[in-house]
């Protein structure tokens, strides 16, 4: 819990830091029967808490807040320790990406909202129903930007503009996919699983319009239970942090 957040981490010009964390299996994939939770552990979910110590807020697509049943984000003693330490909130802040507003009110995320809970945010596209819209409104934030549907560069000026000097990106794939087109992905944190998935089961990162890769350095590579956790960097970033 430690490491994680007191790693330098120098925010760019113009945007936010942006963290990816992401488990996948052996083989690559990042789901069994449509979760990742098959592939944790308790190792990895301290990974997971660690991760979010670093970040002001998480971002997360729709598709993967439904099919991980997300909640409020809460931390514990350790956790709010580093991130006192490290200037920031007690707890990060989550913003979810969704053009089309279609989420449950039964979601652990609304359902078990406490008072004194900051609202999660609900970035949308200019065009999201109004309806959908007004439903949410007693549980969440609901933010339309300027595109038809949200886009990477606009999501982060937005999360900025509401404070954060790193955001954390918890997927899933496709979301991942458009950090990546977009040039916005400054660290990776991969935990890999000791078992062969097989399936059908998505990349980290599925649906990537470019080919170019994203070239990364290894900062830190750790063992526990037989996972592998790794933390990379982009070359650009590396460069940034270490003369930071």
Known sequence: ????????????????????NMISSADGATAVDG???????????????????????????????????YGVPRTGAASRRARRAAGRADRPRLAV?????????????????????????ILTGRDAPTDAAERLESVAEVVRLASARPQPAEILAELERRGAAVVLSEGGPSFNAQLADAGLIDELCLSIAPLVAGGA???????SQKTVPLNLSIDHLLEASGTLFVRYVAEGAAATASSG
């Not at 819990?1 to 990816?20: I, S």
């Not at 279609?102 to 008072?115: K, S």
């Open 35 to 69: 979760t990742s939770g098959a592939l944790g552990s308790p190792a990895d979910q301290a990974v997971v808490s660690a991760a979010r110590a670093c970040a002001d807020w998480i971002v997360a697509a729709a598709d993967t807040v439904r099919a991980e049943r």
């Open 97 to 121: 990406v969704s053009a089309s507003l279609d989420l449950d009110l039964a979601l652990p995320l609304f359902a078990d909202q406490r008072p004194g809970d900051d609202l999660p945010v």
């Open 201 to 207: 089961s998505t990349r980290i990162v599925h649906g």
């Open 1 to 20: 819990m430690e490491l994680y957040p007191a790693l330098p981490r120098p925010r760019p010009a113009d945007r936010p830091w942006v963290m990816l």
